[in-house]
Every structure is written in structure tokens, then in C-alpha cells.
């Protein structure tokens, strides 16, 4: 296809790509591929996300030089390929002969402009790249760690950041190369856009491997329109798709990749979790083009697709074919297996029910309802047998002293018996069954549950991936109503499932037929736990407290109901405050150290995004203050 | 006590403290009662370790602004305790009225000079302290995540940092603060050290939160010994003891306090591991003072310092008393009890012998002998027949399909058979027992078996530490040794666990009394791993291929043996490293995600300091060619 322009128009393509992180010649293949379509489609510049060659989130793989070395290589492809037309392409650049601040060879997130069978080279820094200059060190991200910057190499020449920081000179012009965080610069002392735009860019291009979260595309929208609209420049921005992982925490990215007009207005260059090649013509002198920007919020569905991508993407990445899920008849594990059922074939999920000495006949019968309705192979393994084995080898074990002597016997306590349970069912029947199914077993805690370390480790906090680990429990409902209404357009997670009292069915304590359940009380704990977690500046139970004093802790943390409602007094409210914090910032991160992966969908998932050391519950000299005299 | 000192002479005192991380108020009142002290002693100046009010290894506790504003009333608790002496303390400076680039309320790591009630001020930043420099992010460092720093201050400034940086004013004349990193200047762009001599200083103070690794304090005085020397200041060293975490991964602090006089000599102001408060005079007109600095590496008798440092420290935090440990008759186990005998009172040290279907009687009555010889507490808890309830339950299962059709069988391997005996110790057993006892259970790992996840989740790998596993499997042994050469001054670790061969004992494969066990060849093993975890440029299979086709893999890995005589020819030293590599980058990291936190010793410790994705095994097109030409 020639594509046919208006004279002095420039025709312009953004590949977003789904990049396999730390797969660098596989990548490249694929870009060469794109390049090669893109000049035989007449287009002048074709864009690849940031990173688009090694990948982004890789933990430390950049201290490897072979990796390193291989990453040369492909951009070398990459430059060679350029015959006729620019590419420009996210790779990590690398100075064999200077070193990093941690000691190691040094490196940097660069962006490459290769036209003809050569890299652009800069007039002032001397690179053939442009360096990233804001280095993000928040979230999951690391940048510092791994990448030299802009601004140390102005510091090494004895000059400030603007001076090294130029647009790259084309056949089209002067282009203004920016990565990723360059143009998130509200909180930095200098806005690299500005800069290059004051430099005589003709447009910008943001390359980025921007990760999914709930609602960052509105603030996005309006961050990039107004630098657009500041700058008076076109600003090209390429997102990649597909999932990358920082071990704990796993982060599925939307492309969604977009081209602001600097007028106001915007062309979508890609749909959202899809490889998507497309091409927009930046008109001559500047004129507006696209569709007025109107940001709009994520909704239940945007989440539940990102859901669906994570664990598509994760499966695929390390060859998980079949699943085991644990079905209790309770919301989670029913959300889980739904989720899973649209991603595996019906002969590669396995649902297991697995009653105990306190499962309900509903629980059961709600689980086998939902077994049927997805249509995965399902079967009841009970656990009675197994925990009598082990409370009779351990309760009244006796022990043996020094010289052979009696020491005593081991007793089990009534909590110890839950977690008993618990861990039968994860680490041991689910752990088997899926290896003798062939495949991985799935943790389906929710982001409250992990919160406060509500569950049992090696038993329900185990699995390959907790799905839902990033969703609180309103949120597990939302998506599960979204799926029933839209996605199978059939309730098949049956209704009762939704209406069942959640209980963990581990005691008489927690019947479900009598009403009882988990000690949780949705959604207050919720956002609670939300502005414990969540909150850019974390709130802590003295804020709580201040809040409750004052009367507002309903508006601070988004409850709709009241307060007063579920506590009867001050007392009975900084009970259960406390209860819930020391399980949070106590064995709740000894939980979390040994917690399977996330897919992180919130603005602070559990794991690299929410890092914690085992400190045990702080509660500072004024709350207790505070707390004598609210309770006074 | 009053001390009297030549004229002109100074007497700076060192506090040696152990910092509790997350507890600003508990540090400051210890803090509170040196200062009383130092200025009943007639000291002039009392200095505290970097971040002594919160602590250094928090997480993102910065992130909370009631922990912030906590640490900065301690700060000022200090501040008023400042009549008639300088106090110089590190803690967290806060600037509510500007952001970070994170966009948080600006934090420094800062040192606080405080005397007569006043804080020193900066004639530059106007801050009423100095902010810290150079940020590590490499490690476990993520300072570039948590603090502002006087480089991006230089940006906001519109100027250079060697004009932010500029020694305090006091009434002992100008004085460089440094923290930590600050001193370790070699691999940026400026020295802090030597700006601050410029200036005028008459001595440098270095705070550090600096924790142990083995040989670091051979390089460090090297460094800083050099650096006093090149300023020809006293340069006084104050340094943390303790024990912090950052999750997956706890340090320990070893203090090791010390001033340089700047002639290449120096007096020790603190053992190790131990808190110390020392007093040294600063000779009058910069004369020479200490012996000789003479670096010395560090033996395996400051390994199990640390260890055992490590395991006490980390049990007081957390309010542990009672511990269990799997004892197999292995020396991993062995070790880990002997460690814990060490710090547990006998009857809070329960020891279990778990035999399965494959336990021999030799190992079995070594680990009888081993409790013996411990005198903790002791039984035997044989899993056969949990074991083949499971096998019972799980093999020959029947499922059920869609509209309860009958849907295959599942069957359970061989591995599976050894998984589900691992895990029937760790995950049922272990914990149960642990929980009867009151207290936790071990996790038994070494840093080979952690690599190459040569063990079970659930299983062996599993616990509330693991207590070994930054060690490799010869540094196991030469632990075992010295503590029943020197710890026990007798043969606690009986010699028949250091003779027999090492077998996870879990099928007929493994049977030791036949000479059978584990697949791992050690050392072999440890140095080829050690080169793919350890090494600063970390090696892949393509260095490690090229070294082996070049002669010179012995001496690159330091292997002492010949790598020949393992492997009778190429093909099959690629398939054992093939083999190996393809399990540290394929399940070794999933089982890392769910591991047990580490004591980290060595300069690359599993967890947070060795980042990582699930990559799967990367193999580059380089290393493919080699393997063809070596293998034809």
C-alpha cells in the first residue's frame, strides 16, 4: 500500500508492540518485519515503544553483558534496516568504556533515530541516542538502578541538563525524542518537552512501556494534550502491549498508544491490550487534526480485560497450559475459575471442591453449580481423613528430652486446626492434583484478605498467580456481575454465590447457614485497607483516628455508609482498628514475603510496588495520645 | 567520669547503636540517654549512625507522613538536648512544603548537626542540615526512591552540587558531614570528601547505616583510609549495629566503628556486631594518632558471627522464642540446629526427624545423634502414611465433565511422589508442629539449593528463615566446623553428617548407604553458580561456554578441580549447564517469589538484592553459535 499525502504532510506510524521481555532477538525480528512493511508502505517514520528491544521491567538481567551485547546486536539490525526511512526505536544503550554509579558497565534507557544505515547522532552529548532524562523511582519502577541519566552526564560535563538535551536532526527536521517519564514532568525541576519544543522540534515522540492502571489513561490524556497544547507541537505517543513482571508483582500494559495534535485533539493509534500497527499523517503547517480529547474513567470492563490479559500473557510466557482451582463455592474462587475458563480449554481446567469437617451443604452445592455452568472437568476431594491424620501425629505428641527422658507433648489449639485445614487443602491436595493434572493450581485471595494476611499460608496463600490479588472484595463483586452480564451474557456464577455470607468454613464460628462468616466487614474494610495501602501519602491508624474524631472518616476513605453504624463507641471502633493494622503491618508481611505474584490493576499493588520490611505494627506516640482521649 | 585532653585536642565520642528500624521514638530516648552522657563524660561532640532515629532498611514507610512527622519531633527532642555539646545524628528531613519527584512531600536522608539548642545551618541550601549526596541504588539500596538528594537540589538551584556541598559551622570550627555512600565516591563523578576538605574542614564525620558483607570492611578501610589521607583529615566513622530487613532479604549490621586519623593510621571505636560507645581525642594541629591501618579479610568465624547475629536479632523483632527444625541427618539442618541451639534455650529448640519411605537408617540415627548432642527437645514424626493417604486420594482421581460424564483419571508421577513427601514435612507437619509448639519452623536451604530451586515449594522450602541460605554448600561445611571447633569446642555436628552424601532422600535414587544423592557436584556447583549470582558483571552460560572452549573456566570461577574430570567431553558439560541454567531462570525464580526471607552475607543475596522477572531461560544467539562449534 503507497499511502498518498498532501504536499508537506508526513505520514507516520506507531507500532504497538507486544514486547517479550528479555527475548531481545525475538523482538527484533518483529521490528524488522514492521520496518520492512512500513517502507513498503511509503510511510517516513515508523516508532516502536520504549525498550521495545530487551523489555522493561527484567529485575537486574541489565548487569549482564551478554545481554547487553545481544541487545547491541539487535539495534545494529535495527540501524542497518533503515534504508529509506526512520526508525526510531527504545533499546538500552551501552558505554563499554564508562562506568555506572553502581561500578558496572554503564547504561542507558535510550531512544535511537536510524535513517539510511546510520544512527542519529547528538551534537552535544556526542551519543547516537537520545538518554532518558527523568528516571522513575516510585511504583515498581527502578530506573535509577539500572540506568544512567541526562542529568548525571550533564553533572560529568559540568553543565545542566537543558544544555544536553536536543531534538535529533532528520530528513524531516528536528524531532524531539522523549522517553516514558520525560513527559510526565510535573513533578521534576525542568520539562524535557519544553525543552526540545523551545529547540525547534517539529513534533515529539513519546516512547513508553507504560503499564496498565485503573484510570491512569484520563490523567494521561490530560497530561499529554496539555504538553501538546503547551508546546504547540504534535506529540506521538507509543505504548507497548503484553504482560511483564517484577517477580512479585505482575503488570499487564494497554498500548492504547495515541497521537495529540497540539490543538486539543487526538487520533487512538491502537485499541487497548492489542498489537496494533497504525499510520496518522501530521498535516503541513501544523494544522489540527483527530477528535477532541475527552478523557473517560476505566470501567469494570477495562479491568476485567486487563485481567484476562495477565493471565493469557503469564500463562503463555512460561507454557502453563492447564489449571487447577480450588472452588469453595464462595465469590473469589467462582471469579477465578470464570476468569480461567475463558482463557484454557474446558479440558484444561480442573475444578476441585474440597469439603471439610465444616463445609456447608450450600457452599458445596453452590461449588458443583458452578462447575457445571463452566463447563471445566471437576471432582471432590475431601479433607476430613487427612487433618485427623495430622491432629493425631501432633496433638499429645510426646517429646523427648535430654538422656531419653519424657519433655513433654505437644498440644493444637483451635486456630492452629484451621490452618491445619487450610494448608491441606493448598500444599497438599491442590499442590498434587495439579502436578498430576499436568499444570499450576491458582491462589484466589483477594487485595483485602492479603491486606491483613486474612488466610493461611501454604494453604489458601499459595499458587502460581493470585489473579485477584489487586482487586479488594467490591471490586471481585463488580468484576464477577461485569462477566456473568457481558462476558458470558449468562449468570455462570450462580447468584447464591454472590449472596452467600463469605466465610472461609474452617470453624462452627463461621457457618454460613447460620449467617456467620469471615470477621471482615465489606466494603468499610475496604476502604479502610485502601487508605492504608493506596493513599499517595499512606494514611496510618493516627490519621484514621484524627479523621474518626473529626467526623470525616466517612468522606477520607470514600464510605458510603456510617461509621457509627458498624461501631457502637470509640472503644469498639479503635479495637478493631488496631486488630486489623497489627495483622497488616504484622504477620501480614511475613504473609506477603512467601505470597504468590499479583496482577497489579490498582496504583499500589502488593510486592515490588508496596516494598515493606517485617517491622512489625508502629503506632506513634500521638495516636496514643490521640486514643486516650477518644476513648477517654 | 571527666577527660582531660591536651590543648587544642578534641574529644569526639562514636555511639555505636543498635538501631530499631520503624521505631523513631525508642532510638531517640537511647539516643537521649548518650547525649546526657557524653556531656556529663565532658565530650565535645557526640555522633549517632546515618538515620538513627527511624532506621534505614524501612520499605516505604517514607511514605507516611505520621512516621515522618514522629521522626521529626524525636529530631527535635534532640535538637533541645543539645546544650553545651554537638550532637550530630542522622534522621529523615522533611520539607512539607515541596514535593519529591515522586511527587510525595521531599524527604532527605539527612545529618543534623544540633548544639546549645540550635540546629547548624547550611550558609548555601539554608537547610538546617546536610543532605545526603550520593544515593545507592544498587543491593538492597533504593535511596533514589526514598530521598530527595543534594544533586537534584544543585538542578532546582539552577547550579552545580559542589556548591550545595559545604561543611557546618560550630563551635569546634567547620566540620564535613558525609553519610554513608557520600565516602564511597569512586565511581561518580565528584567526591563529596574532597569538596568538603576544600572548604575548610578540620574534620569529616561519616554516618553510615552500612550493613555486613564478607570482606566489605577489608575494602572500606582501604577506601576510607585512602581518603582521610588524600583530605589529610580525621575522618571519624560511625557506623550502625542491628539487624534490618527489606523483606526477602536481612541484613545484618556489624558496626565496626573507626576513625582515620589521615596518616594512614587507626583506632577501632567499636567491635563487631556489638554495641559500643567509644571516646577519641582528635590530636591538637592534625598529628598522627592509632596504629597502623592494616586491612585483614574476614574469616568464617565473622560468618557465623553474622549468622548468629542475624537469626537472635531478627527472633527479638519479631517476639520469637520457640523454634522447630527438620532435622534429616543432612549437614544443611544440622547446621541450621546447631545455629539455633546457640540462641534458643533447650527446651524452646524442638528437633523433628520426619522419615519417609526413602530415609535410611544411617541418616536417621545421625539425626538422633545430632539432638543428643544439641539437648533441645526431640521427636519423630514419620509421613509415610500421610503420604499414601494422598497418593490414595490424588492418583487414579476420577473427573467428572459437562453433565457429569465421566472425564479421565489423574495419575501422579514420580516426581510428583517426591514433591508430595517434601511438602507432607514442610507444609503439613512443620507448621502444624510449630504451631503446637508456640513458635516457628526453619527453613534448611542453602544459596546452591535456592539457585537452581533444587527443592519444594511448600516443602523444604518453606519456614520463617532461612537461616543458610546466602551461604554456598562449602560455606556450610566451614560453618559446621568452626562451630564445633571453636562455638562448641566439641563435636556437636557429629562427623557422620559431614561425611555422608548429600540426598534429599526422597526415592530409591538417593540412597546413601549405595553412595547415591542429590545431583548437585560440589564444590563444582557453588563456583559455577557463584559466577552466575555473584560475580558484579554477572556471567551467563555464553561467558561461561567461552571461558570452558578457551581452557580458563577453573581459574574464571575458581574452581579448584578440573572441570575435565567431571564431564568426559563437551556435550556433556553444555547439557549440565544447560540443565542447571534453564532451572535458576526457569522455576528457581518462581520458587524464589515464594521463598523463605535470607540472611544475606555475601555481596549478592537472594531476594532484593538479586531482582527478577519470570523470564524463563534466555539463551543468546551468540551462545548458540559457540555451543554448535564446541559441541561439533
Chains 1, 2 share one sequence.
Not at 32 to 41: I, N, S
Not at 460 to 486: F, P, S
Not at 517 to 536: C, N, Q, T
Not at 582 to 609: H, M, T, W
Amino acid at each position: 500500500m503507497q499511502t498518498h499525502t498532501q504536499e508537506g504532510a508526513v505520514n507516520v506510524r506507531l507500532v504497538q508492540l507486544e514486547v517479550l521481555p528479555g527475548r531481545p532477538e525475538a523482538n527484533t525480528r518483529r521490528m524488522l518485519d514492521a520496518v520492512a512493511q512500513a517502507r513498503a508502505d511509503g510511510v517516513a517514520l515508523v516508532a516502536f515503544p520504549e525498550l521495545a528491544v530487551p523489555g522493561y521491567l527484567l529485575g537486574d538481567m541489565w548487569d549482564r553483558p551478554a545481554f547487553l551485547r545481544a541487545c547491541e546486536a539487535c539495534g545494529e539490525r535495527l540501524r542497518e534496516a533503515s534504508q529509506g526511512i526512520i526508525v526510531v526505536f527504545g533499546n538500552v544503550a551501552v558505554d563499554w568504556n564508562k562506568r555506572g554509579e553502581d561500578g558496572r558497565v554503564r547504561r542507558y534507557n535510550a531512544l535511537f533515530f536510524a535513517e539510511n544505515g546510520r544512527f542519529c547522532v547528538s551534537a552535544v552529548t556526542r551519543l547516537p541516542f537520545v538518554s532518558k532524562t527523568l528516571l522513575p523511582n516510585y511504583r515498581c519502577f527502578d530506573d535509577a538502578r539500572h540506568f544512567f541519566d541526562t542529568r548525571r552526564l550533564a553533572l560529568e560535563h559540568g553543565t545542566t541538563p537543558d544544555r544536553m538535551i536536543e531534538p535529533m536532526q532528520t530528513s524531516l527536521g528536528l524531532i524531539g525524542g522523549l522517553l516514558c517519564e520525560d513527559a510526565w514532568d510535573t513533578d521534576y525541576a525542568f520539562s524535557p518537552a519544553k525543552i526540545l519544543a523551545h529547540k525547534g522540534s517539529r513534533f515529539l515522540i513519546n516512547a513508553s512501556c507504560s503499564p496498565f492502571t485503573g484510570d491512569k489513561n484520563h490523567k494521561r490524556n490530560r497530561v499529554f494534550n496539555q504538553l501538546a497544547c503547551d508546546t504547540g507541537l504534535p506529540l506521538l505517543y507509543v505504548n507497548t502491549v503484553g504482560v511483564q513482571d517484577i517477580g512479585k508483582t505482575v503488570y499487564m500494559f494497554d498500548g492504547a498508544s495515541c497521537v495529540y495534535d497540539g490543538h486539543g485533539h487526538a487520533v487512538q493509534a491502537g485499541p487497548p491490550f492489542e498489537e496494533a500497527v497504525a499510520t496518522v499523517v501530521l498535516p503541513a503547517n501544523g494544522a489540527a487534526f483527530g477528535e477532541p480529547v475527552a478523557p473517560r474513567r476505566d470501567s469494570t470492563a477495562a479491568l476485567a480485560q486487563a485481567l484476562e490479559c495477565g493471565v493469557r500473557g503469564l500463562m503463555r510466557r512460561l507454557g502453563i497450559r492447564r489449571v487447577v482451582v480450588g472452588i469453595s463455592g464462595g465469590i473469589d474462587s467462582a471469579l477465578t475459575a470464570a476468569l480461567y475458563s475463558r482463557i484454557v480449554a474446558p479440558e484444561d481446567l480442573l475444578l476441585l471442591n474440597l469439603p471439610g469437617p465444616f463445609s456447608s451443604q450450600t457452599t458445596r452445592g453452590l461449588a458443583r453449580r458452578l462447575a457445571e455452568a463452566l463447563g471445566g472437568r471437576y471432582a471432590e476431594v475431601p479433607i476430613t481423613a487427612a487433618v485427623e491424620l495430622t491432629r493425631g501425629q501432633i496433638d499429645h505428641l510426646p517429646l523427648i528430652g535430654p538422656g531419653g527422658t519424657p519433655a513433654g507433648t505437644l498440644t493444637l489449639g483451635p486456630l492452629d486446626l484451621e490452618n491445619i485445614q487450610a494448608r491441606d487443602r493448598g500444599g497438599r491436595v491442590l499442590a498434587a492434583a495439579a502436578a498430576a493434572f499436568g499444570g499450576v493450581f491458582t491462589c484466589n485471595a483477594n487485595k483485602a484478605e492479603i491486606t491483613v494476611g486474612y488466610g493461611t499460608l501454604y494453604g489458601d496463600i499459595c499458587g502460581w498467580l493470585a489473579a485477584l490479588g489487586d482487586l479488594w472484595k467490591e471490586q471481585v463483586y463488580a468484576v464477577a456481575r461485569h462477566l456473568n452480564a457481558e462476558g458470558f451474557k449468562r449468570p455462570v456464577i450462580p447468584e447464591g454465590i454472590f449472596t452467600v455470607t463469605p466465610s472461609a468454613e474452617l470453624s462452627a464460628a463461621q457457618a454460613v447457614d447460620e449467617g456467620k462468616g469471615d470477621p471482615l466487614i465489606y466494603p468499610y474494610h475496604d476502604k479502610l485497607f485502601r487508605a492504608w495501602v493506596e493513599r499517595w501519602e499512606r494514611a496510618t491508624p493516627e490519621d484514621i483516628l484524627e479523621w474518626y474524631a473529626a467526623g470525616e472518616l466517612e468522606g477520607r476513605i470514600g464510605y458510603e455508609g456510617k461509621v457509627a453504624a458498624l461501631f457502637p463507641d470509640a472503644r469498639t471502633f479503635v479495637a478493631d482498628l488496631e486488630r486489623w493494622w497489627n495483622l497488616y503491618q504484622g504477620l501480614g508481611v511475613a504473609k506477603r514475603i512467601q505470597a504468590p505474584p499479583v496482577l497489579a490493576v490498582s496504583r499500589r499493588a502488593f510486592g515490588f510496588d508496596h516494598r515493606e520490611a517485617q517491622l512489625g505494627p508502629w503506632l506513634s506516640d500521638r495516636y496514643q495520645d490521640l486514643r486516650a482521649l477518644v476513648t477517654a
